[in-house]
């Protein structure tokens, strides 16, 4: 008598009667049945078809804000932090304890070569100092490598500065020596260019494979080691003829590896140039 229009009541007591009904909108979506109309058309139901609803399965809720672009949203853009914190991460590792026992080489060599050249080059006080600096280069020469293969710690940075501080500080000791006149230049000339030599030829080959390090390799490098630091103490007597054999053992050595690497360098261009012609063939068919 209200002059209200039946169909209207109808539907508000069907939108009433839904929302005060428990359950009524989770039943619908799990059924997944189309939802009823009431006298008016309204409807009385909505299927809960929400990613995060009570029956999505476990971790399939809404995406996390910058992991990318969700279903129907192509235009999300990633969290702007996330390059920032890798950079961070990448810059951070370079900082380990190999790449810092490499820099601690790399600064001992100035400290070497004063240490050498101190009194005029012949104090035995100087020169007892002198191998004091050039026996912890070697020892961490040994240690930083063993360290960034154990823990993961290899990084771009120590893949260049290794290779170039165990050059620096050979290369700076046998320069001395030499030039003091207690070591001949041409052995000074053969082991340095057999150094810089295979490090050029590595680096021509490393597009068809890389060159392992031999025993004879580490073999060379330990009694090079023995033979110049030997040679930087001011030793007498038997110890200087000794020292002499050393060296003659460690030049046989540097010759021989050095021959040994250029040997594998041409085998592993030649197996590499085989292999992408016999690849290039296989694309042509």
């Not at 009431?38 to 910058?66: E, I, M």
Request: proline letters at 6%; a positive charge; charged letters at 15%.
């Amino acid at each position: 008598m209200t002059g209200i229009p039946a169909s209207a009541a109808g539907g508000s007591s069907g939108a009433r009667g839904a929302a005060s009904t428990p359950g009524a909108s989770g039943a619908t979506g799990r059924s997944g049945a189309k939802p009823a109309k009431g006298p008016g058309g309204a409807s009385v139901a909505k299927s809960d078809r929400r990613p995060d609803g009570p029956d999505a399965p476990r971790g399939s809720g809404p995406a996390p804000r910058g992991s990318g672009p969700a279903d129907g949203q192509e235009g999300v853009r990633p969290a702007r932090g996330g390059k920032l914190t890798a950079a961070a991460v990448n810059q951070a590792s370079v900082w380990n304890v190999a790449n810092l026992l490499t820099m601690l080489r790399l600064l001992l060599v100035p400290g070497f070569v004063a240490l050498m050249l101190a009194g005029g080059g012949y104090d035995p006080a100087w020169r007892s100092l002198a191998w004091a600096a050039f026996a912890v280069a070697m020892i961490t020469d040994l240690f930083d490598g063993h360290l960034a293969r154990t823990y993961n710690l290899v990084t771009d940075f120590g893949k260049i500065a290794d290779p170039i501080a165990d050059k620096a500080i050979m290369g700076a000791a046998l320069i001395c020596l030499s030039g003091l006149g207690d070591l001949p230049w041409w052995v000074t000339a053969v082991i340095l260019g057999r150094e810089l030599g295979i490090t050029l030829l590595r680096f021509v080959v490393i597009r068809y494979g890389v060159i392992p390090a031999s025993r004879g390799g580490k073999l060379k490098t330990l009694t090079q080691g023995v033979a110049v630091g030997m040679y930087v103490l001011a030793l007498t007597g038997w110890l200087a003829t000794l020292r002499f054999w050393v060296m003659a053992v460690a030049v046989v050595l540097t010759v021989v590896t050095g021959l040994d690497y250029v040997r594998q360098a041409i085998v592993l261009r030649r197996r590499g140039i085989a292999e992408r012609r016999t690849a290039a063939e296989e694309a042509e068919r």
